[in-house]
């Protein structure tokens, strides 16, 4: 780890925030609310503070130093695998998302979100966002409200910044970045309390969406993936998840 960085007012959140200036790895927030998992806990399950949507992939918990949650997807198509919390978040109260994560087998047919949504779980076969294009104007949504770092490497290894407000029409900005196999990211979201999110990866802005959510809607951080074609499983390896918010 560099040498530790202090910012008040973190990004306009009024949040105060310590964070390795080389990765930009949030190491603290001074915020009412603050929420940190490393995954150190052998299960995965709601006794440990996340809750998983599975179908015929698999889940584990300290699988490598530090503690790192793998999501193994089916061999199978559409078959989700996802690790969530709970819906206690706000954007209203300014809200910083962070996550640390990386695909570590084939990923030519992953499909990826992480970030903050609506629900725990969308449901059998199903991800925050739809099993399509993630690029403008043919984005689509199965939550309502969600602000979220999507992939559908299929499509494209293009990492996109997406976001949904009360069901209307989905946002999404190409990040400039594409996901690379074995390759970590920090990915970042910051809600301010008029509903704008600021989206970051390892510490660089890369897209802001105006009006992204529903501010007064209950959130949940959230990364899940799927495969969308073939029969070769994608692995997702999450590091940790981070959230700060201020009490309302």
């Known amino acids: ?27 603290q927030v001074m915020a009412p609310i603050y929420y940190k998992n490393d995954f150190l806990n052998p299960a995965g399950d709601e006794t440990n503070d996340v809750a998983t949507g599975e179908e015929t992939g698999s889940a584990a918990v300290g699988v490598a130093t530090n503690g790192w949650y793998k999501l193994s997807s089916s061999t199978t198509p559409d078959q989700r695998n996802c690790v969530t919390g709970e819906l206690v978040w706000e954007a209203e109260n ?8 990386k695909s570590s087998t084939s990923d030519a047919n992953l499909f990826l979100c992480a970030g903050v949504t609506d629900s725990k779980d969308e449901g059998s076969g199903t991800l925050p966002f739809t ?4 690029a403008s104007g043919t984005i689509d949504s199965q939550a309502d409200d969600a602000v979220m770092f999507t992939v559908r490497a299929e499509t494209s290894d293009n990492i996109y910044c997406s976001s949904v407000a009360a069901n209307g029409t989905p946002q999404s900005t190409d990040s ?24 970051s990866i390892d510490g660089v802005q890369v897209a802001k969406h105006a009006t992204a959510v529903t501010v007064t809607d209950p959130l949940t951080w959230y990364v899940g993936s799927t495969i969308t074609a073939g029969s070769t499983e994608a692995i997702v390896e999450v590091d940790y998840v981070l959230m700060a918010q201020r009490r309302s």
């Open 1 to 27: 780890m560099a040498s530790i960085k202090c910012k008040y007012n973190y990004k306009g959140t009024r949040h105060q925030v310590f964070y390795d200036s080389v990765t930009h790895e949030i190491v």
């Open 94 to 101: 300014e809200l910083i998302f962070q996550c640390k994560l």
């Open 131 to 134: 099993d399509g294009s993630m």
């Open 176 to 199: 400039g970045r594409d996901l690379v196999l074995g390759t970590d990211y920090i990915l970042e979201i910051v809600l301010d309390a008029e509903g704008t999110a600021i989206f």
